[in-house]
């Protein structure tokens, strides 16, 4: 079953910022993030486990609370090159996890 | 670098044909992904493979079925493409953290 992503689309200006959630009817185990770009295939932005951790590169962050099977992407002062589409992925542990997306959000940066 | 490789970008095959789209990834993953990509859908998980000869069903396995006879290689089998299989396929192998997509494959069914 697909996570629920919201919301669908945002626009921005460049040095906003945004959120974008991502919430699981099923217990979680990890969240992973991906972004893709027009044409492109999906690349990884980072996964976070059980545990409630929050993580970040650059302006990038997200954190992950377990109890409510939530995750959210927080993308800080953005830049044109942040425009794509974003994935949250869940994984529910073990040795055969398959990885199930939810169905995106579409961000457009504009300058 | 890690790559993963479809061995078409864009694929026409007719209505009743048997299908095969073949992914090959270099780096001795574990962990195999076929995902089919449609417009306000996503990424829908259709079969992945977890070791050689083991395969799980994703969300959406209905009309298709994998071969993974070595690891570096999975297949997707259409055995009787319908033209609602029309989609942009990808194609991911995984260990541990990350997962690594292929370019996709577009595939038409006429």
């Known amino acids: 079953q697909q996570p629920v992503q919201s919301p669908q689309a945002v626009i921005l200006r460049e040095g906003e910022d945004a959120v974008i959630n991502c919430s699981s009817s099923?217990?979680?185990?990890?969240v992973h993030w991906y972004r893709q770009k027009h044409g492109e295939a999906p690349v990884f932005l980072m996964i976070?486990?059980?545990?409630?951790e929050q993580k970040g590169h650059d302006k990038i962050s997200a954190s992950f609370n377990e109890k409510k099977q939530q995750s959210s992407l927080y993308l800080t002062a953005s830049q044109l090159s942040y425009s794509g589409t974003y994935f949250c992925?869940?994984?529910?542990?073990?040795?055969?996890?398959?990885?199930?997306f939810g169905k995106g959000t579409h961000l457009i940066i504009q300058p | 670098d890690v790559k993963v490789t479809q061995s078409s970008r864009y694929l026409v095959k007719r209505t009743g044909e048997k299908v095969f789209l073949e992914c090959v990834q270099d780096?001795?993953?574990?962990?195999m992904f076929w995902y089919r990509q449609d417009p306000g859908l996503g990424l829908r998980l259709i079969y992945f493979?977890?070791?050689?000869?083991?395969?799980e069903k994703g969300d959406i396995p209905e009309g298709y079925s994998v071969s993974r006879e070595k690891k570096e290689r999975f297949s997707l089998i259409l055995e009787s493409a319908s033209t609602n299989q029309t989609s942009m396929y990808l194609c991911?192998?995984?260990?541990?953290?990350?997962?690594?997509f292929g370019q996709g494959t577009r595939l038409t069914v006429v």
């Open positions: 991911a192998s995984k260990r541990g953290t990350e997962a690594f």
């Open positions: 099923k217990a979680l185990y990890s």
């Open positions: 976070l486990l059980k545990g409630g």
């Open positions: 992925g869940t994984g529910s542990g073990g040795g055969a996890d398959g990885l199930t």
């Open positions: 780096m001795d993953h574990e962990n």
């Open positions: 493979s977890y070791d050689v000869k083991m395969k």
